[in-house]
């Protein structure tokens, strides 16, 4: 195939334009947005282009998908062959780069050194605030993670609120700020949120942002380099220092006592400080008395695990950034079934709607149950339709056979309906499977088994309580 664009002595940028462009007739519009657009050209100098994308998840998929075209477009347009690299944003971060942003665009300040002299120092685009970038402490900030964006629940809205405060507060308010929480329930999220909306409303205010890891590993490059004056002059002229993940550091001793020292330097002389973990204060045994005690004089702040509403809301702002009309029902399904954390649901919509696009497949309860039937395999596991015929029979003393049976009498009848029901609710079995597992019967049976219960736990709530009972023997 030829490429609709002269193959000539064009910049990389304006190539890499014309490369979008071509990618975009061949894949279609919707496709484009969403894995094409997120792109950035990091640096092109050279042999080598280098793309930067926002995750690791979307690096995957781009490189199986569109690698090699991205290639054979680079290549057609120049006999020595370029090669191409996709790079995440934020895990590529090198801890002894500073990080690089190639736009000047609004807001962004153009990196000062060249990105083609640093290979693992190529980022996306991002806000980076001349101060940081001179010292090159700050990791860069993903632009998705914004408090616009961040959907408030019950289980996050205090963690919502101390965070918002800190941003918005122009001086130390809380100090430490101590989030909290599991794994994926968005302390990334916030952390990047505040530094940057003090970034932007303050941009006086020096603002770091690091993982504990990135701390601790230019804290053992100083040890190596004898530089540790400089590396406490460093750190100790930050305004707002952010760290994120500190049990990382918990147990590594002389990191420890060298954090906990430009800890307490910066809490003299006023500077705001932002940690997260995923355990409290308290819990982070490892951790040494004195720091520990020092985390919990500030403001700590959990986020707990996601309920369905939380689920539901994020994915419905990941849709919508993502700019793709995505059924409610579908997204039902997926708060219903993955029932962890905001990074699991989100993975499991990138991959669906991107399968659903490459391949031309309506987004649809079943095109979801089909395309993401390993992770609900793996949430299956749980509980299977036997478990629940068992439990169910049990409970309501009727023979375990009688779920196969025939029979319509409504003392067996009914709890083989309350049996489809939660095998429909607990498993991410179809209904046709359903039925199989029930002596064979037609997937409209189970459909108005479903039905019926749920008619039935409305209008009855001692049933009501049965069912929920049963549903939360199955889940525990
Ligand atoms: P953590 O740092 O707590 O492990 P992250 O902040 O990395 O979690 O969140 C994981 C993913 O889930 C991110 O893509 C994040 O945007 C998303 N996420 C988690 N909670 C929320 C929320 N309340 N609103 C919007 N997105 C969320
Ligand atoms: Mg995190």
Same mark, same amino acid.
């Given at each position: 195939?030829? #490429? @609709?664009? $002269?193959?000539?002595? &064009? *910049?990389?940028?304006? /190539?890499?334009?014309?490369?979008?462009?071509? +990618?975009?007739?061949?894949?279609?519009?919707?496709?484009?947005?969403?894995?094409?657009?997120?792109?950035?050209?990091?640096?092109?100098?050279?042999?080598?282009?280098?793309?930067?994308?926002?995750?690791?998840?979307?690096?995957?998929?781009?490189?199986?998908?569109?690698?090699?075209?991205?290639?054979?477009?680079?290549?057609?347009?120049?006999?020595?062959?370029?090669?191409?690299?996709?790079?995440?944003?934020?895990?590529?971060?090198?801890?002894?780069?500073?990080?690089?942003?190639?736009?000047?665009?609004?807001?962004?300040?153009?990196?000062?050194?060249?990105?083609?002299?640093?290979?693992? #120092? @190529?980022? $996306?685009?991002?806000? &980076? *605030?001349?101060?940081? /970038?001179?010292?090159?402490?700050?990791?860069? +900030?993903?632009?998705?993670?914004?408090?616009?964006?961040?959907?408030?629940?019950?289980?996050?809205?205090?963690?919502?609120?101390?965070?918002?405060?800190?941003?918005?507060?122009?001086?130390?308010?809380?100090?430490?700020?101590?989030?909290?929480?599991?794994?994926?329930?968005?302390?990334?999220?916030?952390?990047?949120?505040?530094?940057?909306?003090?970034?932007?409303?303050?941009?006086?205010?020096?603002?770091?942002?690091?993982?504990?890891?990135?701390?601790?590993?230019?804290?053992?490059?100083?040890?190596?380099?004898?530089?540790?004056?400089?590396?406490?002059?460093?750190?100790?002229?930050?305004?707002?220092?952010?760290?994120?993940?500190?049990?990382?550091?918990?147990?590594?001793?002389?990191?420890?006592?060298?954090?906990?020292?430009?800890?307490?330097?910066?809490?003299?002389?006023?500077?705001?400080?932002?940690?997260?973990?995923?355990?409290?204060?308290?819990?982070?045994?490892?951790?040494?008395?004195?720091?520990?005690?020092?985390?919990?004089?500030?403001?700590?702040?959990?986020?707990?695990?996601?309920?369905?509403?939380?689920?539901?809301?994020?994915?419905?702002?990941?849709?919508?950034?993502?700019?793709?009309?995505?059924?409610?029902?579908?997204?039902?399904?997926?708060?219903?079934?993955?029932?962890?954390?905001?990074?699991?649901?989100?993975?499991?919509?990138?991959?669906?709607?991107?399968?659903?696009?490459?391949?031309?497949?309506?987004?649809?309860?079943?095109?979801?149950?089909?395309?993401?039937?390993?992770?609900?395999?793996?949430?299956?596991?749980?509980?299977?339709?036997?478990?629940?015929?068992?439990?169910?029979?049990?409970?309501?003393?009727?023979?375990?056979?009688?779920?196969?049976?025939?029979?319509?009498?409504?003392?067996?009848?009914?709890?083989?309906?309350?049996?489809?029901?939660?095998?429909?609710?607990?498993?991410?079995?179809?209904?046709?499977?359903?039925?199989?597992?029930?002596?064979?019967?037609?997937?409209?049976?189970?459909?108005?088994?479903?039905?019926?219960?749920?008619?039935?736990?409305?209008?009855?709530?001692?049933?009501?309580?049965?069912?929920?009972?049963?549903?939360?023997?199955?889940?525990?």
């Amino acid at each position: 195939m030829t #490429a @609709a664009y $002269e193959p000539d002595d &064009v *910049p990389t940028e304006e /190539r890499w334009k014309q490369i979008r462009g071509q +990618l975009k007739k061949e894949f279609g519009a919707s496709a484009y947005r969403t894995w094409v657009e997120p792109i950035t050209l990091c640096s092109g100098e050279g042999a080598a282009v280098r793309l930067g994308v926002p995750t690791r998840f979307m690096r995957d998929w781009i490189q199986n998908h569109y690698g090699d075209r991205i290639r054979a477009l680079w290549k057609e347009d120049e006999p020595t062959f370029r090669s191409v690299d996709f790079v995440v944003a934020e895990a590529t971060v090198g801890v002894d780069e500073a990080p690089v942003a190639l736009s000047s665009r609004e807001g962004h300040v153009p990196a000062a050194s060249s990105v083609a002299a640093e290979p693992a #120092a @190529a980022q $996306e685009t991002m806000f &980076v *605030p001349r101060s940081a /970038r001179i010292d090159g402490l700050s990791a860069p +900030l993903d632009p998705r993670y914004t408090f616009e964006n961040f959907v408030v629940g019950k289980p996050n809205e205090f963690a919502y609120a101390a965070a918002k405060r800190v941003a918005d507060a122009g001086e130390v308010s809380f100090n430490p700020l101590f989030l909290y929480g599991g794994v994926g329930l968005g302390k990334t999220h916030l952390m990047h949120a505040i530094a940057r909306r003090v970034r932007e409303n303050q941009p006086l205010r020096s603002v770091v942002y690091l993982s504990a890891e990135q701390f601790m590993h230019r804290f053992i490059r100083a040890l190596r380099q004898q530089d540790t004056l400089s590396f406490k002059e460093q750190f100790r002229s930050v305004d707002v220092l952010m760290v994120d993940d500190i049990q990382f550091i918990s147990g590594k001793e002389s990191t420890q006592e060298e954090f906990f020292h430009t800890f307490n330097a910066l809490v003299d002389q006023g500077s705001q400080i932002v940690l997260s973990a995923d355990k409290s204060p308290t819990d982070l045994e490892q951790l040494g008395q004195r720091l520990r005690s020092r985390m919990n004089c500030g403001l700590v702040a959990d986020l707990h695990p996601t309920t369905f509403e939380l689920r539901l809301g994020i994915l419905e702002s990941k849709a919508e950034q993502m700019k793709v009309e995505v059924p409610e029902p579908v997204l039902e399904f997926i708060a219903h079934k993955i029932t962890t954390n905001g990074r699991e649901v989100e993975g499991a919509l990138t991959r669906l709607v991107a399968h659903a696009q490459l391949v031309g497949r309506p987004l649809s309860v079943e095109t979801a149950q089909d395309v993401l039937r390993d992770l609900l395999r793996a949430y299956d596991k749980r509980v299977t339709i036997e478990e629940i015929q068992k439990k169910v029979a049990e409970h309501f003393r009727i023979r375990l056979a009688e779920m196969q049976s025939q029979r319509r009498a409504r003392a067996v009848a009914r709890p083989r309906q309350v049996a489809m029901y939660l095998a429909k609710q607990l498993t991410s079995r179809s209904l046709p499977d359903i039925g199989s597992c029930f002596g064979g019967r037609d997937h409209t049976t189970v459909m108005h088994a479903v039905r019926k219960v749920e008619e039935l736990m409305a209008a009855d709530c001692t049933f009501a309580e049965d069912v929920d009972f049963l549903r939360c023997m199955l889940e525990a």
